[in-house]
């Protein structure tokens, strides 16, 4: 069975820290990766994509991508208590278009 | 632009109501997604329409029937709902089928079935 994994926490960070989120998953043929951040009782918003091996960096977010070792971790520089937030790691093995979910990490951002 | 829209924002009906809910993205995508999301979960995904074209059905009970007018708009029917269908209701578009399947999520509906 396809599993996308995430400590569920909560990650408590202070403020101006930064938070390491992180995320592994099973299928080695997956090949799109996804973070989503959401706020309660919002929908989930598409922060950050990566598709190839390494780090991708959008403004204060990096997200870092290690397909031998099958995990895809999002780190936020100088969190802000608007970081507050569960954070969705999301999985696409390229055969549809189906994505599997990891169950989310709640970050707090203590000021 | 990266907005979908989904009206309506609330909706309380009773186990013997009708109603449906609409989903709206003007971005071109030719991918659009149902989810439905109980608290503290993740998405789980429902019906997938590729080019207005029902692709994926994830043995959705009949009780919840989508439709696809056109490549902007997505509906979702409702009839005779449970209590524990209950949930916010997420629709989501994504560019061409067969690129990355970035997908963007609508703000939800919050369905109360009483």
């Known amino acids: 069975q396809k599993e996308v994994e995430q400590n569920s926490g909560p990650l408590s960070v202070p403020e101006g820290a930064i938070a390491s989120l992180n995320c592994t998953y099973s299928?080695?043929?997956?090949?799109?990766f996804f973070w989503y951040r959401q706020y309660s009782g919002k929908s989930p918003e598409l922060i950050m994509s990566?598709?190839s091996n390494g780090d991708k960096e959008d403004g204060r977010f990096t997200a870092q991508l290690n397909k031998a070792s099958q995990y895809v971790s999002l780190l936020i520089r100088d969190s802000q208590p608007s970081d507050s937030a569960t954070y969705l790691c999301?999985?696409?093995?390229?055969?549809?278009?189906?994505?599997?979910w990891g169950a989310g990490t709640k970050l707090i951002i203590k000021p | 632009d990266t907005e979908v829209t989904q009206t309506p924002k609330h909706l309380v009906m009773g186990m013997t109501n009708k109603k449906s809910l609409k989903c709206e993205q003007h971005?071109?995508?030719?991918?659009m997604y149902w989810y439905k999301q109980k608290a503290k979960k993740p998405p789980e995904l429902m019906f997938v329409?590729?080019?207005?074209?029902?692709?994926i059905n994830e043995s959705v009970p009949s009780r919840f029937s989508p439709e696809c007018p056109n490549s902007s708009l997505l509906n979702l029917h409702l009839h005779a709902l449970q209590p524990e269908d209950s949930a916010l209701y997420l629709c989501?578009?994504?560019?061409?089928?067969?690129?990355?399947?970035?997908?963007?999520f609508g703000p939800g509906t919050r369905l109360t079935v009483t």
């Open positions: 989501a578009s994504s560019p061409v089928p067969g690129t990355a399947y970035e997908q963007y």
């Open positions: 971005m071109g995508h030719r991918a």
């Open positions: 329409y590729s080019y207005e074209k029902l692709s």
């Open positions: 299928d080695r043929g997956s090949q799109s």
């Open positions: 990566i598709y």
């Open positions: 999301a999985v696409n093995i390229g055969s549809n278009y189906q994505l599997i």
